[in-house]
């Protein structure tokens, strides 16, 4: 499986070993366990500083880095405009702007 030089998997490698249906079906249960933590994390992270994360939740359900980075960038956007137009961060002042 490993017969680079830099210990990565080939395709042939990866292929034989998800040849059996076990294997599959752990790899498939480990990754929707992982999309789903990263997703939860998102939620409460977006919940917390007060940042819209729809976006980021669906796209952390189908490829879970992108959907990680969506929210980096959307949480950095937003709490950059919200220093801008009231001098503060904290998600107690998103009152004061509606």
Request: net charge positive; hydrophobic share 45%.
């Amino acid at each position: 499986m490993f017969s680079s030089k830099h210990y990565l998997p080939e395709l042939h490698g990866i292929m034989k070993m998800f040849s059996n249906t076990f294997s599959v079906a752990s790899a498939w249960i480990h990754l929707l366990a992982v999309d789903l933590f990263a997703g939860r994390q998102i939620f409460l992270d977006g919940l917390h500083h007060g940042v819209e994360t729809r976006h980021s939740l669906i796209l952390c359900l189908f490829v879970c880095p992108i959907g990680i980075f969506s929210h980096m960038v959307t949480k950095s956007l937003m709490l950059f405009q919200r220093k801008a137009l009231t001098g503060k961060e904290d998600v107690t002042d998103l009152r004061t702007l509606s």
